[in-house]
C-alpha cells in the first residue's frame, strides 16, 4: 500500500500562485511514477502533470504548460506542484496519484495508471 496526503490548497485571486505538496509513505520503494489530476464536480478527472520516478522526465496538460511546474524531493519523498499565473478555470480538486511496479500499457497522463490516490485539496481561483 502506498499513502498519499496532499496540502497546500486554498483561495487565491486570478494571477496569483500556489504550491501543492503530497507526502508518499508505505511502499514508496523508490521506483514509483507520481502524477497530478484534478476533478470539478460532475466532470471527469482531468490529468494535470506526471513526473517519472527518475525524475529525469514530465508531462503536462495543454492547459497548465508554462506556468505549472511538477517536481520530486527525494529525501521528504514528496511531489510538489508549482501553480502560477493560476486562471480560475484552473478551480478544482486537486489529487496526487502514485503506481508502483506498474506493468500495463496506460501512459502517464492516464488516470488508469495510477492504483494510488490521495483524498484531495481543494483550489479555487477568483475572477
Known amino acids: 500500500q502506498v499513502q498519499l496526503i496532499e496540502s497546500g490548497g486554498g483561495l487565491v485571486q486570478a494571477g496569483g500562485s500556489l504550491r501543492l505538496s503530497c507526502a508518499a509513505s508505505?511502499?514508496?520503494?523508490?521506483?514509483?511514477?507520481m502524477a497530478w489530476f484534478r476533478q470539478v464536480p460532475g466532470k471527469r478527472r482531468e490529468f494535470v502533470a506526471a513526473?517519472?520516478?527518475?525524475?529525469?522526465?514530465?508531462d503536462y496538460a495543454d492547459s497548465v504548460k508554462g506556468r505549472f511546474t511538477i517536481s520530486r524531493d527525494y529525501a521528504k519523498n514528496t511531489v510538489d506542484l508549482q501553480m502560477n499565473s493560476l486562471k480560475p478555470e484552473d478551480t478544482a480538486v486537486y489529487y496526487c496519484?502514485?503506481?508502483?511496479?506498474?506493468?500495463?500499457?496506460?501512459?502517464?497522463?492516464?488516470?488508469?495508471?495510477?492504483?494510488?490516490w490521495g483524498q484531495g485539496t481543494q483550489v479555487t481561483v477568483s475572477s
Open positions: 496519484a502514485s503506481d508502483h511496479l506498474y506493468r500495463g500499457s496506460y501512459y502517464y497522463t492516464d488516470f488508469r495508471r495510477y492504483d494510488y
Open positions: 508505505g511502499r514508496t520503494s523508490g521506483t514509483n511514477n
Open positions: 513526473i517519472r520516478w527518475s525524475g529525469t522526465s514530465t
